[in-house]
Structure formats: C-alpha cells, structure tokens
C-alpha cells in the first residue's frame, strides 16, 4: 500500500534558524513526490514537483531533495512569512490519485 | 487568472439535513478531484474525474455520499443525510494531465 510519513508534526524555529522537514514515502513506483504549503483557511498551494532520485529543486529559501525513499525540504534562514503547513504527497506510476502526508506544521518566530 | 472557486466557504447544518458542496475548476483542467480533510487522518482523496467522467471513487466513505460533474466548469459533492463524523474540511482541485493540482479554499463543514 502507498505510504507517506512526514516528520516532525510541528516545528518551531527562530528567524534565521535553518532545518529540514522529511517526508518517507512508500510507493509502487514512483510517478512523482510533491510538496505543497498550507496556510491556515486556504488550500494548499503547490511548490515543488520532484521525479527521481538526485532531483533537486530550489525556490527562495527552500530546496527540495529526492532519495528512492524519501524527501528532504531544506529551509534556510526562514522568516516569519515561512511558517505554515508543509504537506507531502506521492503518486504511483499509472494513477493521477496524490497520496498525502499528515504535514508539518512550522512556526517561525523572530 | 481565477483559480478553482469553492461555495460555500462554510456550512453549517443539522445531522439529517442534506449538504451540497460545489466547486468551479479552472478553466481547461481536464480533472478535478475531492478531498477531505481532517486532524485525524490528513488529506484524503475522495474521488476524481477526468473529462467529467468520475474514474475512482474508492475513497468515497459510503453511499451517504455522491459527486458529479455534469460539464467542464461545475461538479458538486453531495452528502445525504449527513452526520456528525462528516464534519471537516473539503476541497476541490483541478489540474491539466500530469501537471500539479491547484487547490481551492475549502469549504468548511460543520455537522451539528
């Protein structure tokens, strides 16, 4: 059964303090590893979309990486505006179906 | 650029009562998906479309609960009747053929 587990639930950095979130995932096949940022009362918005192993991918203070078991989201000297839900999903060669993290949730304060 | 629009942002009913939930994708998103969305269990897909045509409800909870999609801008999600434990977050989401999907606000329900 396709799987993912995100780690840690819940977050908390001072500004400027760097971490990382991980996301290990469990699939027959990987079409795709997704992560997305939620803000509290909205959906998710898209980030990144990583597709195999070595993949790196760069946005502002994030970066995402891909291992054949899990993903690693790197924040680098994040700022207040960074604290959010940070939820991964997977999906499974031959299926347009997300399978979905329970998150991480980050505060970041100054 | 208007994104997937969900109505109503919230909803307030009695156990019993039925609950319509509707969603517009954006425009030229050949699917659109719900989810549902919980402390408990996270994000869950309940069922998808492709071309107005539902391919996978398996994450449907039980006959209570019905989608349809009757053209390329308008799917609803009906839930009848409904009960406490169905109180959460849904959203909708639409993308074009493997691209990410883009999510709604939510509606947030509440089932008293």
């Known amino acids: 059964e396709d799987q993912v587990t995100q780690s840690p639930e819940a977050l908390r950095l001072q500004e400027g303090e760097s971490s990382s979130l991980n996301c290990s995932y469990t699939v027959s096949g990987l079409r795709g590893l997704f992560w997305y940022r939620q803000d509290p009362g909205k959906g998710p918005e898209f980030l990144f979309t990583l597709y195999s192993a070595g993949e790196e991918k760069e946005k502002e203070r994030l970066k995402a990486t891909l291992t054949k078991k899990e993903s690693f989201l790197h924040i680098t000297a994040p700022k207040p505006e960074d604290s959010a839900t940070y939820l991964c999903?997977?999906?499974?060669?031959?299926?347009?179906?997300?399978?979905f993290g329970t998150g991480t949730r980050l505060q970041v304060f100054p | 650029d208007a994104g997937v629009i969900q109505s109503p942002r919230h909803e307030v009913t009695e156990m019993g009562q039925e609950v319509t939930l509707r969603c517009k994708p954006i425009s030229g998103h050949d699917y659109l998906f719900w989810y549902r969305q919980t402390m408990m269990r996270g994000l869950e897909l309940l069922i998808y479309?492709?071309?107005?045509?539902?391919?996978?409800d398996s994450g449907m909870p039980e006959d209570r609960f019905s989608a349809k999609m009757p053209n390329a801008s308008f799917s609803t999600l009906k839930i009848q009747p409904s009960e406490p434990r169905d109180s959460a977050v849904y959203f909708c989401a639409s993308s074009l053929p493997n691209q990410p999907q883009h999510f709604g606000d939510g509606t947030r329900l509440s089932i008293l």
């Open positions: 479309f492709n071309n107005n045509v539902p391919i996978d």
């Open positions: 999903a997977v999906q499974a060669l031959r299926t347009d179906k997300l399978i």
